[in-house]
């Protein structure tokens, strides 16, 4: 069975300052992992996917994650954090079709 | 369409009515999947389609929970027999088949059973 950890429920993080948030998976074989955000009221937003190749994925709006198959992570870091980043991330992992989605980690970006 | 529909977005419910759920996806996504997302949570998993062949429903969480896709195209989720547990957020999505694509969600539909 595949699953997906998201260690912090909420990481709060100064407007301009690094933000990272952290998640690590269990899959068997080769994992293809995602990274979408929730705003208030409206569906998940796809932020970014690492499938093969670079371990350094980049995706929307500035956001990038790194892949760590030895420690089984894929945390999600953005150098330089908006107040408009306040939202609800989770982190995902599909094997066979099915998207397997972690608890959510809520980010509170302070002006 | 441009995007995941979901209706209604907000459903009130007596415990114990019917209700049912309506998903059009994006036109010429094959796979379609159901998610419950109970408050402060994430989704879970609960049905998968691929066209009109519901290929795992191993997330449904009771026999009181139906999905279909008749023509492999718009999707109904329909509960039975609604108890207060099944307030949630039910979210539809759709992609090309292929774990590596990505899912496009609906905004969902927010049922509150009272």
């Known amino acids: 069975a595949q699953s997906v950890a998201q260690p912090e429920d909420q990481v709060n993080v100064a407007e301009g300052n690094p933000l990272t948030v952290k998640c690590t998976y269990s899959?068997?074989?080769?994992?293809?992992l995602f990274w979408y955000v929730q705003y208030p009221n409206r569906g998940l937003q796809f932020l970014l996917k690492?499938?093969?190749?670079?371990?350094l994925v980049k995706g929307s709006y500035g956001f990038e994650a790194e892949f760590n198959k030895s420690q089984t992570s894929f945390h999600l870091k953005k150098p330089s954090a908006l107040v408009s980043d306040s939202a609800l991330y989770f982190c995902?992992?599909?094997?066979?079709?099915?998207?397997?989605f972690g608890g959510g980690t809520r980010v509170l970006v302070k002006p | 369409g441009a995007g995941v529909s979901q209706s209604p977005r907000y459903k009130v419910a007596k415990r114990g009515q019917d209700v049912a759920l309506r998903c059009d996806p994006i036109s010429g996504h094959v796979s379609l999947f159901w998610y419950q997302q109970a408050l402060g949570q994430g989704p879970e998993f609960l049905t998968y389609f691929q066209n009109e062949a519901q290929l795992d429903k191993s997330g449904l969480p009771s026999d009181r929970f139906f999905a279909e896709r008749p023509e492999g195209s718009v999707s109904t989720l329909k509960i039975q027999r609604t108890q207060q547990e099944d307030s949630a957020v039910y979210l539809c999505?759709?992609?090309?088949?292929?774990?590596?694509?990505?899912?496009?969600f609906g905004a969902g539909s927010r049922l509150t059973v009272l």
């Open positions: 899959v068997s074989g080769n994992p293809y």
């Open positions: 690492y499938i093969t190749g670079d371990n």
């Open positions: 999505a759709s992609s090309f088949p292929g774990g590596a694509n990505v899912l496009t």
């Open positions: 995902a992992v599909t094997g066979a079709n099915k998207l397997t």
